[in-house]
C-alpha cells in the first residue's frame, strides 16, 4: 500500500548530532603535473554545503517541518558559513563554540563530477564538552516533537546515554543513526537504524534472513528498543518492531548517482514523520522512498515533498513500459525534477530500416530518456498495438505512448524536447 505523506509543517524536530562542513571544489583538468603523477585542476567553483547532522536538519527543514541543531563548533571561519547555510534553509542554529577547536571541514576535490581527492581537517571534541551539549538540549525539549541523535562519532554524542533518557522522559521519540559498534550507549531509543555493516559489525555476519531477523530482535530485545531499522543499500531496509511482523522494503532508487548522505536523509524523514503524527512503519516507507530519490543527486542532498509525491505515486511496472499520458508525465516530472533531459521522437514505428534505428539511438545519447511517441499515421502496415509493443522493445527507448494528437503539443504538455517528427521512425 502506498504511504499518505503527513503535512510535515505540524512536527518539530531537534536534531543533536556531529555538524561539519562539506566543501567541494570544482575545476576542469586537462594535464598531468610535472612534479607528481597527478592531475592539475583549475578551481573555477567553491561550493559549500551542511554535512553531517547539519544535512539532517536541512532535510527536515527541506519538507517544511520545524528544526533546531544542536551541535560543537570552533570560533572559525567554516563555522560561520554553516550558520549561514543552515539558517538560510530554514534551520534554528543553537552552535556550542568550543574555543581552540576547528569546526570539522571536508573539503573535496572534484573534475567533471569525479572526486580525486578528499581532504578533513578536524581536532575533534572533548568529551568534558557533553555537559554543555546536554544543557543545549534540555532547554528546548519541550518544544521537540522528536529527537534525532546523529553520531559521527566526532564528541558532540559522548554522553548519547543522558539525551537519549532526557528525551524518552518527556516521551518524545528517539531516532539514532549510529556509529561504531558500541549500541549500548543508545539503550532505549526508539529506533537506531545502522547500515547492514555496522548492524553486522555488532551481531556477527548474517548469511540469510532468519539470521538477520533474529538477531536483530535479539539485539532491539537486549537495547530496550521500540523498533530497528536496518538499511541494506540495493536491497532496501528491515524494520524489525517489537509486537509486530518484520518489514521489508524493496530500495525505490531508479539510479544511483551518490550515496553521500542517504543515511542523513533516512533519519531525516523517519523523526519527520514521528513528529508529524504517523507510526514508525509509514514513517520508514516514507523514509525509503526519500532515500531512493536522493542517491540520485550530487553529494549531500536533501528531498523535497514534491519530489516524494511523484515517487510515490510514480507507475513501477507498465507493460512494454507504454503509459498512457497521466501516467507518462508523472514519470516525466520525477526525471526533470531529478535534472535529467527527456527527449520526445514522435514516429509511426512501422517497419524500421537500419537508418530509423541510428536516428533513435543518436536522440536517445543527447538526452537522459527518451519517450517513443507512436503516432497513428494512416496507412500503416501494422495495428497500433503492434508498433506500441516494437517502440517499446527498442533498446534506446524508455517509455512508450500512443500519440492521437501533434507531435509538439504532446512534447509540450509534457516539457519534454521534441526531437524527430518522421512519419516513419
Known amino acids: 500500500m502506498t504511504p499518505t505523506l503527513p503535512d510535515f509543517s505540524r512536527g518539530h524536530v531537534l ?7 562539506d566543501r567541494y571544489w570544482h575545476g576542469p583538468t586537462s594535464r598531468i603535473s610535472p612534479e607528481a603523477p597527478v592531475p592539475v585542476v583549475r578551481v573555477e567553483t567553491d561550493e559549500f554545503r551542511a554535512g553531517g547532522a547539519g544535512n539532517v536538519a536541512l532535510n527536515v527543514a527541506t519538507l517544511g517541518g520545524g528544526v533546531d541543531l544542536v551541535g560543537l563548533v570552533g570560533e572559525d571561519e567554516p563555522a560561520a558559513l554553516l550558520r549561514q547555510r543552515l539558517e538560510a534553509g530554514g534551520v534554528g542554529c543553537r552552535f556550542v563554540p568550543v574555543a581552540g577547536s576547528q569546526t570539522i571541514t571536508k573539503l573535496r576535490i572534484l573534475s567533471r563530477h569525479q572526486q580525486l581527492i ?3 581537517f578536524e581536532d575533534g571534541f572533548a568529551a568534558a564538552r557533553s555537559a554543555d551539549v546536554t544543557r543545549a538540549v534540555l532547554e528546548r525539549l519541550d518544544g521537540a516533537g522528536a529527537v534525532v541523535l546523529s553520531d559521527y562519532a566526532k564528541g558532540t554524542l559522548a554522553d548519547a546515554q543522558a539525551l537519549v533518557q532526557a528525551a524518552r ?20 531509543a526508539t529506533v537506531i537504524t545502522p547500515n547492514l555493516s555496522e548492524f553486522e559489525a555488532v551481531v556477527g555476519r548474517c548469511g540469510d534472513e532468519a539470521t538477520l531477523r533474529e538477531r536483530g530482535a535479539a539485539l532491539r530485545e537486549q537495547l530496550g528498543l521500540d523498533a530497528l531499522l536496518v538499511t541494506r543499500s540495493e536491497r532496501g531496509m528491515t524494520l524489525l518492531q517489537r509486537g509486530c511482523a518484520p518489514l521489508d522494503l524493496p530500495t525505490h532508487a531508479r539510479e544511483v548517482y551518490d550515496v553521500t548522505g542517504a543515511g542523513d536523509t533516512v533519519v531525516a524523514l523517519l ?13 520508514t516507507a516514507i523514509a525509503n522512498v526519500g532515500a531512493g530519490v536522493v542517491v540520485g543527486k550530487l553529494g549531500t542532498a536533501t528531498v523535497t515533498v514534491e519530489e516524494l509525491r ?3 505515486h510514480a507507475p513501477t511496472s507498465q507493460a512494454h513500459g507504454i503509459l498512457d499520458e497521466t501516467g507518462l508525465a508523472t514519470l516525466v516530472a520525477r526525471a526533470r525534477a531529478s535534472g535529467e533531459q527527456v527527449a520526445l521522437c ?8 537500419p537508418a530509423d534505428l541510428r536516428t533513435l539511438q543518436a ?15 494512416s496507412p500503416t502496415t501494422f495495428p497500433l498495438a503492434e508498433r506500441l509493443a516494437l517502440a517499446a522493445a527498442l533498446e534506446a527507448v524508455d517509455w512508450t505512448i500512443a500519440c492521437d494528437a501533434a507531435p509538439a503539443e504532446l512534447a509540450a504538455r509534457l516539457g519534454a524536447t521534441l ?7
Open 271 to 283: 523523526a519527520a514523520g514521528l513528529a508529524a503524527g504517523v507510526d514508525l512503519a509509514t514513517a
Open 15 to 21: 536534531i543533536v548530532g556531529d555538524v561539519m562542513l
Open 346 to 353: 514522435a514516429a509511426a514505428f512501422d517497419g524500421l530500416q
Open 169 to 188: 522522559a518527556r516521551g518524545l521519540p528517539v531516532v539514532v543513526d549510529p556509529k561504531g559498534s558500541d549500541f549500548e550507549r543508545y539503550r532505549g
Open 363 to 377: 536522440a536517445r545519447r543527447g538526452a537522459d530518456r527518451l519517450i517513443a511517441a507512436v503516432t497513428s499515421a
Open 310 to 312: 511523484l515517487a510515490l
Open 419 to 425: 526531437v524527430s517528427t518522421e512519419k516513419s521512425a
Open 118 to 120: 578528499r581532504l578533513d
